[in-house]
Every structure is written in C-alpha cells, then in structure tokens.
C-alpha cells in the first residue's frame, strides 16, 4: 500500500512505528525525513554501478543487476537490524520517487507479514511538501525576534526560554552556525536541504495559537539561506531587544569564542576581509591583541568598532517594532535566569493582552 500525504503535517505524524529511508548513505546524508533510518537497498557505488549500465549499456541488464544487489541488501537488513521486530510492526518505507528500490523493499517486509507501506513519490513528495511550507505559503506561526547587540547571551536566552515553556526554534543551532563572521563551529554546516527539513519541522511540533521566539538574524546563517515564508514572518515580526555594557560582553564573547580565539592564524585568516570595511590599522591592532592573547580587550574592539556599527547600521534601515527593552549589568548564570523570567513574563503578558 501507499500512503499520499497532502501536506508536510501529514507526513511528518504519520503514525508507523518506523520511517526506513532505503536511498543510498549519500542521498540520505544529504537530506531524509525526521527520524528515518538509513537502510539502503543499494550502497553509494552499486547505485553509480547500476545508473552507468543503465545509460551505457542496457536497461535491462541495470535492472537485473540492480533487483540482484536490492535482495540481497535487503535479506541482510532484515537478518540484523530489523530481526527483533514483531509481527506488529508497522514500517514505513521511501526511496527517490517511490519507485522500485521502496517498493522492492516494502513488498519483501508484506511478504514476511509487516504491515508496511510507501510513501507515494518518495523523497521527492517530502521535499515538495517542505517547500510548500517553508517557500511557497505564509508561515502559520507568529515570530518575536529576540534581539540586541552582539555578545548579548541571546542563544542562552533562547535556551533559558524553552525551559520556561516558551515556544522556541534556535535558527543558529539548526544551521550549526553562532551567525557571525567567526561563527564557524567543528563539523560544518548541514545541507541547504537538510537545515529546511530540522526547520519545517521544527515549526510543525510548535502550536500557531503562540508566538514563537527567535533569534534576530540577517537573511544568511554562514552559508545556509533562510527560506522565503520565515524571513518574511521575521520581517513582520516585533522585537524583544537585550541590553548589556560593552565589558559584560566582551567577557561573555572571550567564553563564547573560546575555540577561535585560542587559534590566532585561523582568526586573523577569518577577518582578513574586514580590511577592506574596518581598514587595515583596526584589522592589524586586533591581531597584536589577538597574540598577546587579550582576549577580552580584543572581543570588546570586535564589538564596538565592527559588531555594534553594523547593528546600528541594520536597525536603522529595519526599524523593528521593539515590544520591550530589557537591561541587564552581568551575563552569569543567575542573571541570565532572571532575564529570562522576565522575558517570558512579557511574552505571556502579550499572549493574554492581544499583543
């Protein structure tokens, strides 16, 4: 059987007990469905065997060797990780379009007496419902973006509002990104496809009756895009701006920045391109501080000669709606809770007071 989800919703509470994703690791690597697993029914360099036998040699001949190599792929998924299985498990099965490889997969699981089906289209009807959420129709989801100049906590306030029943989605987190020129983090950046799927889905799990809160950011993470139906709900969305002295921050961007800072090369290579904006005499003082190892002097020049320019620079042309200003005079942990209490505490009295 298959199933034919209208929206992304639809597939993403579809109710089996397992999502099998039966792509090839590099197809699943790029992007797959939340909380599929990966058990392909032919590997990265069997599908490149099959495709070049089919194009250059013959159809027939890729297909007999391709339904060769899926039997006996699938025969060792099912002998291992799905031996422990029941008979009332309820898989759930995908491969490109809903061709042959999940169909191939899935008749073998029915035959074997699982109650499994196809998601009609495969992959493909997934990305088209991520895309129809995330591109081609409004957001139905209300946004406060939480703001203010660099080095301001707002990705441990973000952290501190969910645990307060706050409704959340951390954009940097998801983009594996701190969305600043030294934002890079170990690992790198998920796919463009990847980071919409763990947005999409995000915003599904979250109730549209309550705003949701997230981080102020520009139209790019490093290199990911925010899609179009989220940075137009961004546009329209009011503001909670924090507030924090230039010291207190830099503190906190010398903890934050710890991994880069503690690599003079790789910072110097990373705001090389400001000469051109900051000029070369601003650009060369923060690389002595950098190894003399001033940390703090170095993060506190970072802010007001580069980060807190171009806040003003971007507020001025936005020209947000800023719902509510909040001080604080440190950034440790007791007065980061406090804040967020306080927060939160606007936040609800929004919701009630038709804000």
């Known amino acids: ?161 969910r645990a307060r029943d706050v409704q959340v989605v951390d954009l940097e987190a998801l983009a594996r990104h701190r969305g600043s020129l030294l934002g890079d983090l170990p690992g790198g950046q998920p796919s463009q496809k990847a980071f919409e799927t763990a947005l999409a889905a995000a915003f599904v799990a979250l109730d549209p009756a309550r705003p949701v809160v997230v981080e102020a950011e520009s139209a790019k993470i490093g290199g990911i895009n925010l899609p179009p139906s989220l940075w137009a709900a961004m546009k329209q969305a009011p503001w909670i701006e924090v507030q924090a002295p230039v010291a207190v921050r830099a503190t906190y961007l010398a903890e934050a920045y710890a991994d880069i800072l503690a690599d003079p090369e790789r910072l110097a290579d990373r705001l090389s391109p400001l000469r051109f904006h900051r000029g070369h005499a601003l650009v060369d003082h923060w690389d002595t501080l950098s190894r003399e190892g001033e940390k703090v002097a170095l993060c506190a020049s970072l802010a007001e000669d580069h980060y807190d320019p171009a806040y003003r620079k971007a507020m001025k042309a936005m020209q947000p709606e800023v719902m509510a200003r909040f001080e604080t005079q440190t950034l440790d942990a007791p007065a980061l809770d406090a804040l967020a209490d306080r927060i939160a505490a606007q936040l609800q009295a929004s919701v009630t007071g038709g804000v």
């Not at 379009?97 to 699981?109: D, E, I, P, V, Y």
């Open 1 to 161: 059987m298959t199933i034919a989800p209208k929206t992304l919703p639809d597939l993403l509470k579809h109710g089996f007990d397992t999502v099998i994703d039966v792509r090839s690791p590099a197809e699943f690597a790029e992007d797959h469905v939340p909380g599929a697993i990966n058990l392909p029914v032919l590997d990265n360099e069997e599908r490149a065997r099959v495709g070049t036998i089919y194009k250059q040699d013959s159809p027939f001949k890729a297909r007999k060797l391709g339904a060769a190599l899926v039997f006996q792929n699938a025969a060792r998924h099912v002998a291992g990780p799905l031996a422990a299985h029941d008979g009332k498990w309820r898989p759930l099965v995908y491969c490109w379009r809903g061709g042959q490889r999940s169909g191939t997969f899935a008749w073998m699981l029915g035959e074997i007496g699982w109650r499994s089906d196809v998601v009609q289209g495969g992959y493909r009807t997934f990305r088209r419902l991520v895309k129809d959420y995330l591109y081609d129709a409004p957001l139905p989801h209300k946004l406060v973006q939480l703001g203010g100049y660099t080095g301001t906590a707002k990705t441990d306030l973000l952290a501190r509002l």
